[in-house]
C-alpha cells in the first residue's frame, strides 16, 4: 500500500507510517541499509605506519587481498548496522586483471589534485528506511584504464585540469554495461535484490557478474567464534554468527558457486607463506587465471560467498538476477509474482517524496531533489573507530610502534565510534566532518528529522566530544577546528521538523544546548588567547582561504585575529540566543542564558565592528596579523572571510519578547548602558516595533558589503557566490612575513596549492555551504528591511531588489548549476555535457564538492551529497516563495454581494 494509517487526521504513507514507528525505538535505525563505505583503503583508520602516511600504508592495490581493520567496502552494498554481514556485487568485463569489486580512484599523490574516484556511478533513489533502493553503475566493456588514469593525472600539474574516465575514450561509443542494483524489502530483515546488467554498445559482451555475501573479519583481532557462510542447496546458502543470528541468500541458478575466506594474502601483502588458499582475493585468481576454481567450487563454507553468472549480452539487450537475504528458511523464496515487491516499493517511495517534496514530480527539479535525498540517504556508513585501541594494538602486519603511540589523534583517547553516519561523500571522504555533518542534516531533516536530530546530538555525546569540550572535526585530524556550524544547524533542523508536523522538539533542543555550552565554553578559553572577543581557529574548514596556512604555527610573536572566527562566534553565539528564547517561551528557566548569550554577541559585534577588523578606505572585513612591537596588519583579501560576517543575523518578535520579562529587562538595561556611555550598539529596531534585528553587520556596511556580494567583477558568478574575489584575477594580493613571501590569487578552478591535500580550493569556486548561509541571511535582512532598503543587482545592471528579491536571485543561480540550459547543456557537466545529454543519461545527476568560479563545471568530489544536497533545500524554499508571491498578486475576487 502506497498509504497506511493517519496523523492528527492526515493519511500517512507507508514509508512515512514505518518513519513514524522507527522514532519511538531506542535505536530509530533500520537493521539493514546502504551502511556499506565505497572506500575503506587509505583511511586513517586503516593506518599502523610508523608515520601517517594513510595513502601509501594501504594503497587500492592492496584492497583486493588484504583485509580491513574497521570496516568493509564495496559496490552499492548493504550490511547490518554493526556491519556483521555484507552484500556488494563484483564484476569482470572479460579483460580487467581484477575483478571489479570497488569503486576505483587515485590516493592523494597520484591525483594532480589530490584523490579523487574515477568512475561513473549515480545514486538514484533511496527512502529512509531504505525499504526502497537504486545504485546506478557504469562499467566499461574495454579494460578499465587502470594505468591510463595513474601515468595521466601523474603527468598533469597542478594547473592542468584532472584526467577524469571520461576523458579515456571508453565511453566514447557506448561501449559499456548500465548495472542497475535495486533492493526492495519486504520487511526489515527480508531483501530481495535484483541487479540488471544493460549492454549500451550495439554488439553482444561478456560479462561476469559476482553478487557476494561475506563477514566483515572481526574474528581475526577480536576473540570470539568465527562466523560461517554454508551451502544449503544448490540455489542457496546460510550465514549463521553470534552477533546477528541466521540468514540466507537465496540466488537464482547460477553458472557457479564459489566459497572463500575473508582473509589477507600474507604472501603477497607481507611476504610471508599463505597456509591456505582461501584467501580474499581467491575469487580475482579462479575468475580471471582459472587458479584454483575446483577447490573453490569444492568448498561448500566460508565467510565469503558468491554465487557466479557468466552472460554474453546482445546490443541493447539487458539480463536479469534476482536474489534475497533474508532471515526466514524458505523453501520458494521467489514465489510466483514475487516481482511485485518492486514495483510496490517504487510506488510507495513515489508517494513518500510526492508528499515531502513541493515541486511537481514530473519537472527537472523535482528529479534534482529526489537525487539529491537519495544521494545523502546512500552516504549512511557503518563508522567504527577506537581510537585508544588502534593506537596499541597490531593490524597483523605493522607491529605497535612509538611513531603511531605519539602521532595521529593520539590526545583523542576516549573517542570510540561505532555509529551509522552521513559521511560527505563515501569515497572521496568515507569519514565524517563535524561542519559537513552539520550542513547534511538540514537536507536530511526534509525526509528524516528524527535521523537528522540523532546525527547532531551523536557528535556532542562522551564518546565524541572530548571531555573539554571540543568536537573532533575528522579523523585525519580531530583536533583541527570547523566553524561552530551546530547550533544553527540544530535550529534549522528544528524549525524545519516544526514545520512538517507543527510540533517543536523542545527536548532536543535542551539536550543539543546544555551540550553546545560546553562546547560553546572551550571556544572562548581555548580560541580568544587575549580575551578581547577577537577569535583564532586556524583554517576553519576553509583549507587554502589564506594568503598562508591559518593553522600553522606563526614565527615570533605573531598572532592571526580571523575575521571569519569571530563572526562564526558572533554567529554561534546568535543560534545559542535564539535556542534559548525559543525553550524559555516554555521553560523561564532559560532567560538567563539568552540574556548571557545575547550580551557575548554584542561584546562579539564590538569588537568584530571596532577594533580593527573592518578597513574603511575598502569597506569590507579582513583577518588582522598582530605583531609584538609594531601597527596591526590587515590582510587585504576579499573573500568569505570577510561576507562570513553576513552569517550573524537574527530577527526577534516583539510578541516573543513581551513573553519574557526577565530577559526584556536586562536587554533594555544593557542598551541604554551602552548607549549612554557611547558604545558599539548592534541592534536596529522596525519602525512599527514589531520586531528587533540583531546583526553583526550595521545596515550601512551592510550595503557597501552586498555592492562587492553583487558584482559580476568581484563575488558574482553565474552559479552563485565566489569564494574568493575574482578581483583578485588581476590584482593578487601578496605579504612577506619573518622573510617569505606569501600571494595568493584568484583560481577558479582546482587548487594550484598543496594546502590540506590539495584536493579541494577556495580561492574563486562556488562552495554549496557558504551560498546556502549567505542566501538565508539575506533573506533574513530583507523580511525585517522590506522595501526600505533596495540594492543594485546586478551592480552595473539598473536592476533595483529589496534584499528578499536578491536572495532569490541567487538562489536561482546556484540552482540553475543543475538545471539544463537552452542548448540541453547543465552548467556542472561543462565539457563532459556531451555524454550527459545522451537519452539513458538525460535524468542523472551528480552532486560536486565545488563549482568553477566562471563557468559552474562540478569539481572535486562528485558525489558530495554531504552539503551539495542543500541544493534540496533551496528548491523548496523557492518553491515555496514562489506560491507565497502567486498568492500575493492573484487578483482579488469581486465583491458577489
Wanted: glycine residues 6%; negative net charge.
Amino acid at each position: 500500500m502506497r498509504y497506511a494509517g493517519d496523523l492528527n487526521g492526515k493519511l500517512m504513507t507507508a514509508e512515512q507510517q514505518r518513519l513514524s514507528v522507527n522514532s519511538t525505538k531506542k535505536i530509530p535505525l533500520e537493521q539493514w541499509g546502504p551502511y556499506l563505505s565505497e572506500r575503506q583503503w587509505g583511511t586513517v583508520r586503516e593506518d599502523y605506519s610508523t608515520n601517517g602516511d594513510a595513502w601509501h600504508y594501504f594503497p587500492f592495490d592492496d584492497a583486493y587481498c588484504r583485509t580491513y581493520k574497521w570496516g568493509e567496502d564495496g559496490i552499492a552494498g548493504i550490511s547490518d548496522f554493526f556491519q556483521n554481514l555484507c552484500f556488494a556485487v563484483s564484476l569482470w568485463n572479460g579483460k580487467d586483471p581484477i575483478l571489479k569489486e570497488r569503486l576505483f580512484g587515485l590516493g592523494n599523490s597520484q591525483g594532480n589534485h589530490g584523490e579523487d574516484v574515477k568512475e561513473l556511478y549515480f545514486y538514484l533513489d533511496n527512502v529512509p528506511t531504505h525499504y526502497y533502493m537504486e545504485y546506478l553503475y557504469k562499467y566499461p566493456q574495454q579494460p578499465f584504464p587502470y594505468d591510463d588514469l595513474i601515468v595521466e593525472n601523474r603527468l598533469r600539474t597542478k594547473f592542468d585540469p584532472e584526467f577524469e574516465i571520461l576523458d579515456t575514450g571508453v565511453f566514447d561509443h557506448d561501449e559499456y554495461f548500465d548495472v542497475h542494483i535495486t533492493y526492495a524489502k519486504q520487511n526489515a530483515k527480508d531483501i530481495f535484490i535484483k541487479i540488471n546488467i544493460h549492454n549500451r554498445f550495439s554488439k553482444a559482451a561478456d560479462i561476469t557478474v559476482l553478487p557476494t555475501l561475506w563477514f566483515y573479519n572481526r574474528w581475526h583481532y577480536d576473540v570470539e567464534k568465527k562466523p560461517s557462510i554454508t551451502m544449503r542447496d544448490k540455489n542457496s546458502v546460510k550465514a549463521t554468527y553470534s552477533r546477528l543470528g541466521t540468514y540466507y541468500l537465496y540466488f537464482q541458478p547460477p553458472n557457479d558457486r564459489l566459497f572463500t575466506e575473508n582473509e589477507t594474502n600474507m604472501e603477497k601483502v607481507a611476504g610471508i607463506p599463505n597456509t591456505s588458499p582461501f584467501l580474499k582475493d581467491a575469487f580475482h585468481h579462479a575468475i580471471i587465471k582459472n587458479k584454483n576454481l575446483d577447490l573453490l567450487r569444492q568448498k561448500k563454507s566460508g565467510t565469503k560467498f558468491a554465487p557466479v553468472y557468466r552472460y554474453t549480452i546482445g546490443g541493447g539487450k539487458s539480463q536479469t538476477i534476482y536474489l534475497r537475504l533474508s532471515n526466514k528458511s524458505l523453501d520458494i523464496p521467489f514465489a510466483k509474482g514475487f516481482e511485485y515487491i518492486f514495483l510496490n516499493r517504487k510506488e510507495e517511495a513515489d508517494a513518500f517524496y510526492r508528499d515531502v517534496l513541493p515541486v511537481d514530480s514530473q519537472s527537472e527539479l523535482f528529479s534534482v531533489q529526489r537525487q539529491a535525498l537519495a544521494g545523502i540517504l546512500w552516504s549512511k556508513q557503518y563508522y567504527h573507530f577506537d581510537v585508544e585501541k588502534w593506537l596499541n594494538t597490531s593490524d597483523g602486519i605493522t607491529p605497535v610502534n612509538q611513531g603511531k603511540q605519539s602521532g595521529r589523534n593520539h590526545d583523542w583517547k576516549h573517542l570510540k565510534n561505532q555509529d551509522i553516519i552521513a559521511m560527505p561523500d563515501k569515497w572521496e571522504y568515507p569519514w565524517y566532518a563535524a561542519w559537513d555533518m552539520a550542513f547534511q542534516c538540514i537536507p536530511m531533516a526534509l525526509v528524516d528529522p528524527c535521523f537528522a536530530k540523532n546525527q547532531l546530538l551523536l557528535l556532542m555525546r562522551e564518546w565524541y566530544m572530548k571531555p573539554d569540550g571540543q568536537l573532533p572535526a575528522y579523523e585525519w585530524n580531530f583536533s583541527d577546528v570547523n566553524p561552530p556550524v551546530q547550533a544553527w544547524a540544530s535550529l534549522e533542523v528544528y524549525r524545519i521538523e516544526k514545520a512538517k508536523t507543527g510540533k517543536g522538539d523542545l527536548n532536543f533542543l535542551k539536550r543539543v544546548f546544555q551540550k553546545l555550552l560546553i562546547n560553546f565554553t572551550w571556544w572562548i578559553n581555548r580560541k580568544d588567547p587575549n580575551g578581547n572577543n577577537m577569535f583564532e581557529g586556524g583554517f576553519l574548514g576553509l583549507d587554502n582561504i589564506g594568503v598562508f596556512n591559518r593553522s600553522a604555527e606563526l614565527p615570533g610573536q605573531m598572532q592571526l585575529e580571523q575575521a571569519d572566527g569571530t563572526s562564526w562566534m558572533g554567529m554561534y553565539a546568535l543560534n545559542m540566543l535564539d535556542i534559548a528564547l525559543e525553550i524559555a517561551v516554555k521553560d523561564e528557566a532559560f532567560e538567563d542564558t539568552a540574556t548571557k548569550f545575547f550580551e557575548q554577541f554584542v561584546l562579539i559585534a564590538e569588537a568584530l565592528n571596532e577594533h580593527g577588523m573592518w578597513n574603511e578606505e575598502d569597506r569590507f572585513f579582513y583577518d588582522t596579523l598582530t605583531i609584538a612591537g609594531a601597527a596591526p596588519l590587515q590582510l587585504r583579501i576579499h573573500s568569505i572571510v570577510g561576507l562570513t560576517s553576513l552569517f550573524a543575523v537574527s530577527i526577534i518578535d516583539k510578541k516573543k519578547l513581551d513573553k519574557l520579562y526577565d530577559f526584556k529587562k536586562r536587554i533594555t538595561w544593557f542598551e541604554n548602558y551602552r548607549i549612554k556611555n557611547k558604545l558599539f550598539w548592534p541592534n536596529e529596531e522596525k519602525m512599527d516595533g514589531e520586531a528587533i534585528l540583531l546583526s553583526l553587520v550595521p545596515r550601512e556596511r551592510l550595503v557597501y558589503m552586498l555592492e562587492r556580494l553583487l558584482n559580476e567583477s568581484e563575488f558574482l558568478s553565474p552559479g552563485g557566490i565566489r569564494a574568493l574575489s575574482k578581483y583578485h584575477e588581476k590584482n593578487p594580493y601578496s605579504v612577506t612575513i619573518d622573510s617569505v613571501d606569501y600571494t595568493i590569487r584568484y583560481e577558479p578552478g582546482d587548487s594550484t596549492t598543496n594546502l590540506f591535500g590539495g584536493n579541494s580550493n577556495w580561492r574563486g569556486p562556488v562552495w554549496m555551504p557558504i551560498n546556502f548561509l549567505i542566501i538565508q541571511s539575506i533573506q533574513k535582512y530583507g523580511s525585517f528591511y522590506g522595501d526600505s532598503l533596495k540594492v543594485e543587482c546586478p551592480v552595473g545592471s539598473g536592476n533595483y531588489l529589496n534584499l528578499e528579491q536578491v536572495a532569490d536571485e541567487l538562489m536561482l543561480r546556484v540552482i540553475g548549476l543543475f538545471e539544463k540550459n537552452k542548448k540541453g547543456d547543465t552548467l556542472q557537466y561543462g565539457k563532459y555535457s556531451w555524454f550527459f545529454s545522451r537519452p539513458e543519461n538525460q535524468n542523472l545527476h551528480l552532486f560536486y564538492e565545488f563549482f568553477h568560479g566562471d563557468n559552474g563545471q562540478g569539481l572535486g568530489a562528485s558525489h558530495q551529497t554531504g552539503w551539495t544536497a542543500l541544493v534540496a533545500e533551496l528548491i523548496s524554499e523557492q518553491c515555496a516563495r514562489t506560491k507565497k508571491f502567486m498568492k500575493k498578486t492573484e487578483p482579488v475576487p469581486e465583491d458577489n454581494y
